[in-house]
């Protein structure tokens, strides 16, 4: 493959990433909103949609040259911000 078409790939990986993880942080609000109006299977629901987001991140960025080097350190920053809010939602609402 060319050298272009690489790192074109790898530049649409990371955007691919970056807006998966701006859905489970949207999964997260949902969450918080649903569990406010009662609706807990609906939070329930975005929680679990939330984490397997985040399970689906942690596997493209232990997959070797998935992810270029230079991203991965934001990319595993924000996925911990995610699963400490998905932790949160976690111990608030599903005691």
């Known amino acids: 493959m060319p050298p272009e078409?690489?790192?074109?790939?790898?530049?649409?990986?990371?955007?691919?990433i970056r807006l998966q993880l701006d859905a489970a942080f949207t999964f997260c609000s949902t969450?918080?909103?649903?569990?406010?109006?009662?609706?807990?299977?609906?939070?329930r629901e975005a929680i679990a949609n939330a984490r397997?987001?985040?399970?689906?991140?942690h596997?493209?960025?232990?997959?070797?040259?998935h992810v270029p080097a230079d991203s991965v350190a934001s990319i595993a920053d924000r996925l911990a911000q995610l699963e400490n809010e998905i932790s949160g939602l976690e111990g608030r609402?599903?005691?």
Request: zero cysteines.
């Open 93 to 95: 609402f599903l005691r």
């Open 5 to 16: 078409l690489n790192a074109r790939s790898a530049q649409l990986r990371v955007k691919a």
């Open 31 to 43: 969450a918080g909103t649903a569990f406010i109006l009662g609706r807990v299977q609906n939070a």
């Open 59 to 65: 596997i493209h960025l232990a997959e070797p040259n």
């Open 52 to 57: 397997h987001t985040a399970e689906a991140v």
